[in-house]
């Protein structure tokens, strides 16, 4: 499971949507530079449903491009971003030849850089207001490159079909810095979490930790997983303070509350990881903002509060409505410039 998405790696709730289809839109984005013009498959698009959760295409396939096309299914109201802000998006991808969910990505705020985004992403968001819903049509190397079909890890696609992806926008909102954080080595990451241990609140999953410092996760008895992101701090460090934007290195285990069975670690592949903290879904980003380098955090986490959504949770093989439980090692930070 990775925690960033097909474009940069992708909270609030998405619009319940009805049946439209394609009309028009900003003309250039906040550059002046024209936006990406509609086509004849884009122009055909129409969902229904709930974008980044439920959405599903209702308007006949196929449909198949040889070139980007994009179209606007719900009008919005603002300005564009520039590329030093953010914008929220929620996005919904299917295969064009049969209509099928490939994924479902719930909200998360994107930074509208060219350099930081896939070339759909890019154009699918510049032009972008908030409010708006739009339906890109691109061919499937324009999403996946070269990699074959069985390696995007989605069922039923093939290197010939066209990918339609569905986005639907929020807030715009400045950066927390206009230049992408630097890089630590390895020698200047701590090798685990550090400093004084505090217990965690009551219905918590317990922690217990290896030599190594890897953690093992075990969920209380008797008590049901929480509908809401809960987050406790079980070691506080003394180190820098992460703050929004910054580049967090981490040590991390996950396992779902129901089986509390792994279903991704950092520990178990050997090596930390790292990532911006505005790149990743909102029970990572509110877990690691605000805290100290050496910090140990848990974080419970809903599919629809802070989590993936229901559907993606469905094809990354759980249940919809399971709860991840993250615990994280702060092993460093760098601040944006």
């Known amino acids: 499971m990775k925690l960033s998405r097909v474009f940069v790696p992708l909270a609030a709730t998405a619009l319940l949507l009805t049946g439209c289809s394609a009309g028009g839109g900003a003309n250039t984005d906040a550059s002046g530079e024209d936006c990406l013009a509609p086509g004849s498959a884009s122009k ?3 969902v229904t449903g709930e974008v980044g959760n439920d959405l599903e295409i209702t308007s006949e396939t196929p449909v198949s491009v040889e070139a980007t096309e994009r179209s606007v299914l719900k009008e919005g109201e603002g300005e564009s971003p520039t590329a030093d802000q953010t914008i929220e ?3 919904s991808m299917f295969n064009g030849a049969d209509g099928t969910s490939l994924q479902q990505v719930a909200t998360s705020p994107i930074p509208a850089a060219q350099e930081q985004l896939a070339t759909w992403a890019y154009e ?17 190397a324009d999403v996946f490159g070269t990699a074959a079909a069985e390696e995007t890890g989605l069922e039923g696609i093939t290197e010939e079909d066209s990918i339609v992806i569905v986005m639907e926008f929020g807030e715009v909102a400045d950066s927390a810095a206009s230049t992408e954080p630097g890089t630590l080595e390895a020698d200047e990451l701590l090798s685990r979490a550090e400093g004084k241990a505090v217990a965690a609140p009551d219905g918590f999953p317990t922690v217990k930790l290896d030599d190594d410092g ?11 997983a929480p509908t809401e992101l809960s987050i406790a701090t079980i070691i506080e460090g003394d180190g820098e303070t992460v703050q929004a934007g ?14 509390g069975e ?7 592949r050997g090596a930390p990881t790292d990532f911006l903290t505005t790149q990743v879904i909102g029970g990572f980003q509110k877990a690691l ?9 848990i974080s419970v986490v809903p599919a629809e509060d802070g989590g993936y959504g229901a559907a993606s949770l469905e094809q990354m093989g759980h249940e919809p409505d399971d709860v991840m439980v993250f615990v994280l090692d702060i092993l460093g930070t760098v601040h944006a410039e």
């Open 44 to 46: 055909t698009i129409e």
């Open 89 to 91: 998006v929620a996005m």
């Open 124 to 140: 699918g968001i510049r032009c972008a207001v908030p409010g708006e819903q739009i339906a890109i049509v691109t061919p499937y």
């Open 214 to 224: 890897a953690p093992t996760i075990t969920m209380p008895e008797g008590v049901d």
């Open 246 to 259: 910054d580049r967090v290195y981490v040590n991390y285990r996950g396992v779902i509350w129901r089986t």
């Open 262 to 268: 792994e279903f991704d670690s950092s520990w178990s």
């Open 289 to 297: 903002e605000g805290q100290k380098v050496g910090s140990q955090i």
